[in-house]
């Protein structure tokens, strides 16, 4: 696949997780002794769920054996980004 295409592919992705995953940790750390055990469990799994799709993000810009539209990886991308929601939508749905 031509790097520009690639590029093409990956750039709105890869903004999209890593601005995602700035905002989880931005929005964790300087709260982090105030926040319960159980909640920063959450967002820690969070942070690495975020980063994985982070990683398959930058996976497709840099590799250059992908010969078609990634759809797999892009799959397992948007499947992180509806486990982050429901990782930060869990504590709130318990709170009641």
Known sequence: ???????RIAGPLIVL??????????GTVP????????????AVINWIVLGTAFGLSL???????V?????RRIGVIA????LSCGAVLLPRLLER
């Open 17 to 26: 997780t890593g601005v995602s995953l700035f905002a989880a940790v931005g």
């Open 79 to 82: 499947a992180c980004f509806l």
């Open 1 to 7: 696949m031509n790097p520009s295409i690639r590029f």
């Open 67 to 71: 010969e078609d539209i990634p759809w």
């Open 31 to 42: 709260w982090w002794s105030e926040t319960p055990a159980g909640e920063l469990v959450l």
């Open 59 to 65: 996976s497709i810009l840099v590799d250059r054996r």
